[in-house]
């Protein structure tokens, strides 16, 4: 299957990068290429793009279109938490600009054997963006204690009826195990009462989306990367982050502030003497413009948010 994915906000954030053309700049979640193809476009000769990524069909899908840039593109896959260590395995100790594209791609939803979504039936519980991970999703939903699966589902996927799924995953496992996406539907939709069905969207999405979040560490690996992957700009730097959850949104917002205002002085100090510093500036956020939400409906919950490194 051919790697299909629109990038969201793309203009809006090669724009907001304000690309150096000789930088070098680091796409952490490259996916098919899009941002990436964007950025080395106004690069010259000497600007340079790392492209990271631990899906394996996003590495054979970037490297195909980005292959007419050669030399000014290296593409490794990994996880953008070890961001720091690959880039000194290239030489790299400094950057212009990191983008990040947060969530599971379209190719990753529309490819039923991944198992990352709801609208298959027969698709095998999945759910790595790293097949070479162990553990998967037919793991969680057959392994988790019934206290564990209310918490992931409750924190990660917000949903008010997270102790009554619990409980009906447990219950039917005990007869039979949870193989296929089709399945856990069929148990979830058991577990929500019809009037809500009629009139939300579809019942699995929220406890989906926590065992994708809960599989991949995605709000870990998020929540300890930001603060070194902000050390890594140089003076003027900036980078992007696109969420599409709150709980991304959340832990982004977060970190930006704390690198913007370090202080942990108690408010009533006459001045600061805990001698955190500054580390830039938070921009103010983006959302998708009216016609990007028309032509692509995966954009409706994204937001850029933008941190630009200014040394004191």
Known sequence: MEFNHTSVLLQETVGLLRIRPDGTYVDGTLGGGGHAYEVLSRLSERGRLVGIDQDADAIRAAAERLSAFKDQVSIVRSN????????AELGITKVD???????????????????FTYRADD??????????????????????????????????????????????????????EILTTGELCAVIRGAIPMKVQKSGGHPAKRTFQAIRIELNREL?????????????????????????????????????????????????????????????????????????????????????????????
């Open 220 to 312: 870990d690996v998020l929540r300890d990367s930001l603060d070194d992957m902000i050390g890594l700009l140089n003076d003027g730097g900036r980078i992007c982050v696109i969420t599409f959850h709150s709980l991304e949104d959340r832990i982004v917002k977060t970190a930006f502030k704390k690198n913007e205002n370090p202080c942990i002085c108690p408010p009533d100090f006459p001045v600061c003497v805990c001698g955190k510093v500054s580390r830039g500036k938070a921009l103010k956020s983006v959302v998708p413009s009216e016609e990007e939400l028309e032509n692509n409906k995966r954009s409706k919950s994204a937001r850029l948010r933008i941190f630009e490194r200014k040394e004191q």
């Open 80 to 87: 953008y938490c070890d961001m720091r260590a690959k880039l």
């Open 123 to 176: 698709a095998p519980l999945d759910m790595r963006m790293d097949d070479r991970q162990g553990l998967t999703a037919k793991d969680i939903v057959n392994g988790y204690s019934e206290k564990e699966l209310f918490r992931i589902i409750r924190d990660f996927g917000e949903d008010r009826f997270a102790k009554n799924i619990a409980k009906h995953i447990v219950n039917t496992r005990r007869e039979k």
């Open 97 to 115: 600009g990191i983008i990040l594209d947060l969530g599971v791609s379209s190719f990753q939803l529309d490819t039923p054997s991944r198992g």
